[in-house]
Structures are given as structure tokens and as C-alpha cells.
């Protein structure tokens, strides 16, 4: 028998000549440069950064570098970006970079010991397509300039910034300005396009055109409108669902005349309109009678306060002239009605009989004539405590309200006297325009009517305002019970500097609330790691180990079997605590027996919201909301300033209870091991009627996979994908309906950011428990 040579492996030859390399540093800790082989450009290296001679990381050199470009070099993606925690770096002394497998040097080693220069990074921005005409970018924070829109390469539009964002830094993020525009609409014609962007001053931001299409009222509609098969409108509504479209607040006068709900047949119901106060009667008076629908009566209330009125006055208006309504609306005097807001109310009475309450949508005057969009959820409790969102203009059927009379002295009384969440139905759409409110005046009576709702209620509370935001705001103190006790656990895996921080700044919490601190130690390797856990176990700290595959949910579910407290906090080994508040906050949001999960208001180190709850249903998927925001930003709708409901929060930072844990089976160790476990737990929650809360209350900084990395990473791919299509089979009817996100909203990018385009529904909701379809194990 001969052996035959069939082919030598021969290692990549890499001419000195032709690798153009250069390593710098941009701060303290952040380390970028670039690589290519100017005979290959086709060619990507991996660059591999050592400290101190030993490898540490390694990037793959595709970043997009502007200068690149403009000097002809391809396609200009031959960038990286290394960030290297801070006690990694403290302790360095020289950081060099070599390519990977073949050991040229890229630059010059570079000495930790010189002062940090104030570099400039070397990327200057990037834009994307995020669905319809919709486009979403960055540009650096040192570039103040106007950005220049080429479509097929013919300049359509100019662009400004507007707002900060978060850009993804090597390991990190920094800050950069905001890029967030939409194209005209005659683009909406189903060609493919390419998109290119560039600085007045000449800066290519992308490094080749960007594909597009986009359709007039989407794609599933073109198709049907076509007269094609069922079978390809199906493929249209799943194109609608991955790439919903959007367009932005202020195109809403004409959002508002293109899309409007359709008009039904005339309901034979009468209805009764109470005005609270004698400002601007006649404007409201005005509007009424321009209804479609024309069974109504009208009375104005004199106001003594804020929203209030004599009830006295009020009962007479019921029983004499209104004595043959069969529901009544209540708002401000000065409030302008949309034509077809009666109908729609009598519309939903008549479809739904257990609905006691209707609010709707309404819409915000600015000066100017300028009006923008409030679009609320389905009934949202924890934010009607706070904020009281629909008091503003909403419908009661008649029995209620002879009920209600009988204590209620404010508009806000009337309100929260009828918030069961099963009952209480919303309309999407704006039926109303609502007059200047006065904020200060305002919330003095809101603090007031929610003191009586809890005093009706077996739960203490406490009731402070809160500052002025656009509509008036209390906070809502629930007296947790101080005999329950609270495990706070937290997986990691070495990085014992991230681990550290984490539990010097949130001791003080844990001793405000007598709680305790539950480490879960996965297959930590590093000795300065497991230095630090036979540390904090010396000191008082359980630890406890759980071996194999890094798999969230099984961590978290052992660590549960292993606590015996009441209430579980699942904290991630990146978080650190702000102030000593935080904990003492989560736990009374989770007083009322009803709330099944609280999460906290997370920011990146940056000072960007990372986390301001989950909002379902953007690319089909569920994502964190407000990521658009800065610390401090008020958010749509005072969102960042109140406490509310949403569908889901980030196991980040999350309060539950021990035993609801069990009742919906814990985390889904098989379906989600890694990502979404934490929006099937929520779910499952709300399954069985509890709410899910988010605070902005409880504050904290978190570094967001900094110990386990990101789901970017090719490796990760793939897993991300299957758990993202697991999501989708369990949960996809709830996903394509969350009752906290208006479906007049877009779906594209950030949610609270846009209008959709076109609207999904304007069907009255309530807020009803989902429905999962659970795939067997193996699908």
C-alpha cells in the first residue's frame, strides 16, 4: 500500500510590505486599531491583545473605519476594538497586539504606566434599516454636523442628530449622538433600494449602500390588494412582523387623517357629557355637537378645586336631565372631542358587557396648534395609582355611576373607583384633545383620591407627589411586611472584580432589609476568583457551586430550591447598586398580593436606560424599552417617572416570591437556557393574574453580560436564534398583542419611539391573561 500526499496545510504567509497595522489607545481602558493586507483587501485578520505577553481577548478585524474609506481602502471594514476592565488594566503593564495563529505585531506595544491620551475613536458613526422607511444610527460625540440622505446615490434629504444613544465599544458602551429619520413616503412603492449616508463635511458613516424595500400599508396589504393567494399574503404578514414600518411623532396630523378606525352603524344607546369646570365650555360644548353620534345630553360642573365638583350637582344631572343616558362621559371643560368619540364609546358598551369603564386615547397640545399623541395600554393599575392616565377622558356605564356618586368628590375619584382590571376597557385612538393642565393644582387632587383608594383597600400605603411631569404624578409607598425575609441570588462565573463591586454596593441594602446574599458559583476557574468566594463564604456570604454548561436557568432554579426565604431576588454578578433605596423600593411594589415580579430602572455605565421594562412584539421578538433615553429623561408618557405594568421585566434585577417561583415551574431550563427565561417566567406569571411592575424607583448600573459576554458572538448564534423561535412558537399570539403597548405604536427598533405604519387595531381591549402554545420538548 503507497500513502499519497492529497494536500500540505501551509501556514498563511503574510508579507511585510502589504499588512497596514495600527494599535492605539483610546482611554484608560478601551485599545483600537485596524489591520489588512493592501495586496488582499478581500482578507479579514483576527487580532489577538496580550497583557503582559499573555493572549486576553481577540476581535475580528470588520469594523467600519471612515478613514479607511475615504482613503479607497475596500470597503473600510478592517477595525477593532478591545475594552479591558479597569483591575485588569490597573495591574497591567505592557498591552500589545499581534494577529491571531500568525503572530505578525499590528503597531506598537503600547506601556499601561504613560497617561491615558484624549484619543478620538476611530469610528465616526453607522446607520442601519430597521424596517420600512425607518433608518437608526450614531454619529460620534465629538461630530456636530448635518448628515446627508443619498438614495441610489441622489441626495433626498438632510438630517440633525437628536438625543444620545449608546454604541457598542469593544466590550462596553459609549455614547454617541443620535440618528433616527424616515425617508418620503413615495419610497413606499416595493422597489429595492440602496441607501447611503455621509457628513456635509464629506464622512462616509456606511460602508456600501443599504438595501431597503419597504410597501404602503406593508406587505400582507399589497399582496391582498393584488388578489394573490392566501397563502403569499401569509408570507407578507410574517415580512409585516419581522420588518414592521414606523413614521415619527411628528408626521401625526397626518398619520391621524390618513388612518382612521372604521365607522359603524349608529348605536340607538344615549349618552350624557359632564364637564368639570367653566373654562373653555363653549369650545367643548362646540365639538359635542359635531358627534356623530346624536343621542347625547351636556352638563358643566362648576369646579371648587382642580377636577372637583359637587356631587349634590351631579346627582341631580343624572337623575333629571340625563335620566334616560345609559353611560356618562367625564373630562375637563375645554376638552375638544374627536367626532366619533361617543359612537365609539357606545360601540364598545354595546359589544362588551362587562365593561364598566372605557378610557381612550388623547392627545397633548404643544403651542404652536402643534398636538402630539398620548397612546396608553390596556388598564394598567399600578400606573392609574400613580398617574391616574385615563382619568382625563373616559366613559361609565350608569349603574356604576350612581354608585361612584355616592363618595366621589373629583374626576380622579370617579376614576380610580372603578379600576378592576378586568372591567376597565381601552381605546386605541385618539378621542379627545385635552386643554392646558395645571400641573401643581392637578396633583394635590390626585394625591387625595388615591389616600382614598387605599383607604378602601386592606394594604397600607403611603401617598407623596411626585415632580411635575407632563401629567400630574404621585408615588405609592406599600408597607412591605418586615417579618418576610429575601434571598438575593446571584450566579457568576470568575470575574471576581465584577462580583466584588456587586456585593460591596449592595450590602447596604441587604442589612436595610435584613435580607441576605445567595453567591451560585459555576465552574469558576480563576484563582483570584475563587480566592474571593472562600472569602465572602468566611465572612457570612452562602455559596453555593452548580457544575456543567453555563445554563441561566438552571442556576437560578437550584439556587431557589436551595433558598428558604419568602421572596427571591435574581441579581446578576454585573450589577451595582446606586444607593441603599433600591431593594427597600422592590419590595413594596411586591406588597400587593397580586404582583407577581418587580424589576428595577437599569442604566448602562454610561448613564443610558438600559432597562425600563419589556415591551413584546418589536421584530416579533421582546425587547428592553427606553434604551433611546438618558438618566433623567421623563420617557413617553412620564414611563421613566411612574411606576407601571408591563409584560415582562429583566431577570437583572428581579423581586418575586418564593412560592409564585414554583407555581408556574420555575425557569424553562430546556426552551430558554440562556436568553428570554426570564419573559417566560413573566408570562407565566401573568398567566395566572399576576402583574408584573417596573419601578424607576430602584435604580442601578449594570454592565450587561459583562461576565459571560454577548449573544453577537458567532458561537452564541445560533442558540440566540433557537431561543428566539422558541419564544416566538410559545408565546407568538401574546407577542403580536402586548396590552401594555399601544398597537398605534411602531414595532420597529425602540419601542415608545413611533407611529406604526399602518396601525395593527383599533379594537377595544382589556388587559386579559395570555395564552401560551407550549411546543413539546425537541421542537
Not at 229 to 242: H, K, P, V
Request: charged fraction near 25%; charge should be negative; glycine fraction near 8%.
Amino acid at each position: 500500500m503507497t500513502t499519497k500526499t492529497i494536500s500540505r496545510h501551509k501556514p498563511p504567509r503574510i508579507d511585510g510590505a502589504s499588512l497596514q497595522a495600527q494599535f492605539s489607545r483610546y482611554d484608560r481602558t478601551t485599545f483600537c486599531g485596524f489591520a489588512y493586507d493592501r495586496a488582499d483587501l478581500g482578507r479579514r485578520y483576527t487580532v489577538e491583545l496580550l497583557i503582559d505577553g499573555e493572549p486576553y481577548m481577540s476581535s475580528l478585524c470588520d469594523e467600519f473605519l471612515t478613514a479607511l474609506v475615504d482613503a479607497n481602502v475596500g470597503d473600510g471594514r478592517f477595525g477593532f476594538t478591545f475594552n479591558v476592565p479597569e483591575p485588569v488594566i490597573s495591574g497591567a503593564r505592557i498591552v500589545e497586539a499581534r494577529l491571531a495563529n500568525i503572530g505578525s505585531p499590528v503597531g506598537v506595544p503600547i506601556r499601561c504606566d504613560a497617561a491615558a491620551p484624549d484619543g478620538q475613536w476611530h469610528r465616526s458613526g453607522g446607520i442601519e434599516w430597521v424596517g420600512g422607511l425607518r433608518f437608526e444610527g450614531w454619529l460620534a460625540q465629538d461630530i456636530d454636523e448635518d448628515i446627508e440622505i443619498l438614495v441610489a446615490q441622489r441626495p433626498v434629504m438632510t438630517v440633525r442628530t437628536a438625543g444620545w444613544t449608546h454604541v457598542a465599544r469593544g466590550g462596553e458602551f459609549g455614547v454617541g449622538r443620535r440618528i433616527d429619520f424616515n425617508l418620503p413616503e413615495h419610497f413606499a412603492d416595493g422597489r429595492v433600494r440602496g441607501l447611503s449616508a455621509r457628513t456635509l463635511s464629506g464622512r462616509n458613516l456606511i460602508s456600501e449602500p443599504i438595501t431597503f424595500v419597504a410597501f404602503d400599508r406593508g406587505l400582507e396589504q399589497a399582496i391582498a390588494d393584488l388578489g394573490r393567494w392566501d397563502s403569499e399574503r401569509l408570507r407578507g404578514q410574517l415580512f409585516d412582523r419581522l420588518l414592521p414600518a414606523s413614521v415619527p411623532f411628528h408626521t401625526y396630523r397626518n398619520w391621524k387623517e390618513r388612518f382612521a378606525p372604521a365607522v359603524q352603524s349608529e348605536m340607538q344607546s344615549e349618552a350624557a357629557v359632564v364637564l368639570i369646570g367653566d373654562v373653555r365650555v363653549e369650545e367643548s360644548i362646540e365639538s359635542i355637537e359635531a358627534q356623530r353620534h346624536s343621542a347625547w345630553t351636556a352638563v358643566s360642573l362648576p369646579t371648587r378645586a382642580f377636577g372637583q365638583f359637587d356631587p349634590n350637582a351631579a346627582l341631580d344631572f343624572v337623575d333629571g336631565d340625563a335620566a334616560g343616558s345609559e353611560f356618562f362621559v367625564f373630562c375637563l371643560s375645554g376638552t375638544i372631542l374627536a367626532e366619533d368619540a361617543l359612537s365609539r364609546f357606545a360601540e364598545t358598551f354595546a359589544a362588551e358587557p362587562d365593561c364598566d369603564l372605557v378610557y381612550g386615547d388623547v392627545d397633548i397640545p404643544t403651542g404652536a396648534g402643534a398636538v402630539w399623541p398620548l397612546a396608553f395600554p390596556a388598564f394598567d393599575l399600578e400606573r392609574a395609582l400613580e398617574q391616574a392616565y385615563g382619568a382625563y377622558f373616559f366613559a361609565v356605564r350608569r349603574g356604576q355611576v350612581l354608585e361612584a356618586l355616592e363618595s366621589a368628590t373629583s374626576l380622579y375619584d370617579l376614576f380610580l373607583s372603578h379600576v378592576e382590571t378586568g372591567r376597565a376597557y381601552h381605546l386605541p385612538g385618539s378621542l379627545a384633545a385635552l386643554p392646558q393642565i395645571d400641573v401643581s393644582r392637578a396633583t394635590a387632587e390626585l394625591v387625595a383620591a388615591s389616600e382614598a383608594y387605599f383607604a378602601r383597600n386592606p394594604i397600607p400605603a403611603s401617598v407623596e407627589p411626585r415632580k411635575a411631569g407632563l401629567l400630574p404624578a404621585v408615588r405609592i409607598k406599600r408597607i412591605a411586611d418586615q417579618n418576610e425575609r429575601t434571598t438575593i441570588i446571584i450566579p457568576t462565573r470568575n470575574r471576581a472584580e465584577l462580583l466584588r463591586r456587586c456585593i460591596e454596593t449592595i450590602t447596604p441594602a441587604v442589612r436595610k432589609t435584613n435580607a441576605r446574599i445567595l453567591v451560585v458559583d459555576n465552574d469558576s476557574s480563576e484563582p483570584e476568583a475563587l480566592d474571593f468566594l472562600e472569602d465572602i463564604s468566611a465572612d457570612g456570604v452562602e455559596v453555593i457551586s452548580v457544575e456543567g454548561p453555563f445554563n441561566f436557568a438552571r442556576i437560578n432554579n437550584a439556587a431557589v430550591d436551595f433558598a428558604d426565604t419568602d421572596n427571591i431576588c435574581f441579581l446578576n454578578n454585573d450589577i451595582e447598586a446606586i444607593d441603599d433605596d433600591w431593594l427597600e423600593e422592590l419590595l413594596s411594589r411586591l406588597a400587593a398580593p397580586d404582583v407577581g415580579a418587580v424589576g428595577a430602572k437599569l442604566l448602562w455605565p454610561n448613564s443610558v436606560v438600559q432597562h425600563g421594562g419589556v415591551v413584546l412584539g418589536t421584530y416579533f421578538s421582546a425587547v428592553h424599552a427606553f434604551n433611546d433615553r438618558m438618566d433623567g429623561d421623563p420617557g413617553y408618557g412620564d414611563l421613566l417617572q411612574v411606576a407601571h405594568e408591563c409584560s415582562a421585566v429583566t431577570a437583572a434585577c428581579l423581586l418575586m416570591r418564593k412560592p409564585d417561583f414554583l407555581a408556574v415551574g420555575g425557569m424553562d431550563e430546556i426552551r430558554f437556557p440562556i436568553n428570554f427565561n426570564d419573559v417566560d417566567l413573566c408570562l407565566k406569571l401573568r398567566q395566572l393574574g399576576k402583574r408584573i411592575v417596573f419601578t424607576p424607583d430602584a435604580k442601578l448600573v449594570h454592565l450587561e453580560s459583562a461576565s459571560r459576554g454577548r449573544d453577537s458572538a458567532p458561537n452564541r448564534k445560533e442558540r440566540f436564534n433557537r431561543e428566539i423561535l422558541m419564544l416566538r412558537s410559545k408565546w407568538g399570539e401574546t407577542l403580536l398583542d402586548d396590552p401594555y403597548y399601544s398597537p398605534l405604536l411602531g414595532l420597529d427598533s425602540t419601542p415608545f419611539s413611533a407611529l406604526a405604519w399602518p396601525p395593527r387595531s383599533w379594537t377595544s381591549r382589556a388587559n386579559r391573561p395570555p395564552n401560551p402554545v407550549v411546543p413539546p420538548i425537541g421542537m
